[in-house]
């Protein structure tokens, strides 16, 4: 995400200031908006690389900043627990016979 806003904003910087720049010296518009787009396409490139640059760079801190506050979340992410649930009605109940949970209908 830091990557799109980062070549959209050095993009349309770009844009504004080939416009000023151009109207400033007097280019006739055509040049002035030719220029413009060139650098809209350059520096939306050059924004987008900076930006998933910078993303990568954030993230990377995140995680190591976050195992080093939670030393154990390491190691819970690479042990995989496994959760077993038990039947309704299994042997293991402590309400009524084991002939009634066997055979319900109790004949």
Known sequence: ???RY???I???LAFAVSVLAGLWVGNPVAIILSRAVWAL???SVIGLSLGA???FVIDDYARRRYQEVVPEAE???D???EITAEPIGSA???SGSTEAQTNPMGT
């Open 1 to 3: 995400m830091v990557a």
């Open 6 to 8: 980062t070549g959209g």
């Open 10 to 12: 050095l993009g349309m």
């Open 41 to 43: 396409v350059l520096f």
């Open 53 to 55: 640059v910078a993303q």
């Open 75 to 77: 190691e819970a992410t």
């Open 79 to 81: 042990s995989v627990v």
């Open 92 to 94: 293991k109940s402590t």
